[in-house]
């Protein structure tokens, strides 16, 4: 199957900076990604869907302010986590998909928030 | 809308005996079924997934699941399972028309005893 790489697959960053994580589709066009937030022993939840050069949809009740997505190129989306806090602390995965193709996932990023 | 339902948060089996887990979906659209699997601290990985065609379908690891349009279900099953099958794992729904946005089941946690 095509391949999603996720980077990093942790960080650790003191409370108040930003993070950003990256996902990368490496042998196919993603015209979608989308970004889920799994907290510990749940379900993955989506947060948003991002179609390239468009703006991300984000699910209601997640801050578009504080997780920005972007998605400027058909291989590479990006979450930055604003002014992260403690209770932003999860592991978040990405899924990519292209033209009629199934979406694919990252292997995720665990974030810890000090 | 769009559901998923894992009526089993947590199962413990035997090595070597069999196991079914349970997954029912609701869906507006023909739906097109998957089964992930995630270890603690890992990302997703796909066992199996179901587009049409015959409803019982093999997966990796010796897995396989069976679609009951009937049913909404889509339950999988492995004959003897081994200790390294412990882990979560997810049951998702999706399909190409809602741009392969994905719903998970809370997930099935598995124990196995030796």
């Known amino acids: 199957g095509a391949v999603v790489s996720q980077h990093p697959s942790w960080v650790i960053c003191k409370s108040g900076t930003s993070v950003k994580i990256e996902c990368r589709s490496l042998d196919f066009q993603a015209t979608t990604m989308f970004w889920y937030r799994q907290f510990p022993k749940q379900s993955l939840m989506l947060m948003a869907t991002?179609?390239?050069?468009?703006?991300?949809?984000?699910e209601q009740g997640v801050e578009k302010d504080k997780f920005l997505i972007n998605h400027a190129s058909l291989t590479l989306s990006t979450l930055t986590v604003t002014s992260a806090h403690p209770e932003d602390s999860s592991f978040y995965i990405c899924?990519?998909?292209?033209?009629?193709?199934?979406?694919?996932f990252g292997q995720g990023t665990r974030l810890t928030v000090v | 809308a769009q559901s998923v339902t894992q009526p089993d948060i947590h199962i413990t089996v035997s090595e070597g005996a069999s196991l079914e887990l349970r997954c029912n979906y609701s869906?507006?659209?023909?739906?097109?079924l998957f089964w992930y699997v995630q270890s603690p601290g890992q990302g997703l990985q796909l066992l199996l997934k179901y587009f049409s065609g015959d409803t019982l379908v093999q997966g990796i690891k010796g897995f396989e699941a069976e679609f009951k349009r009937s049913q909404s279900s889509f339950n999988l099953r492995k004959p003897s399972v081994h200790w390294s099958d412990a882990a979560e794992y997810f049951c998702a729904v999706g399909a190409w028309n809602t741009g392969n946005q994905f719903y998970f089941g809370t997930g099935t946690s598995l124990t196995v005893i030796p």
């Open positions: 869906y507006g659209a023909t739906p097109y």
């Open positions: 991002s179609n390239e050069g468009s703006k991300a949809t984000y």
């Open positions: 899924s990519a998909s292209g033209p009629n193709t199934e979406a694919f």
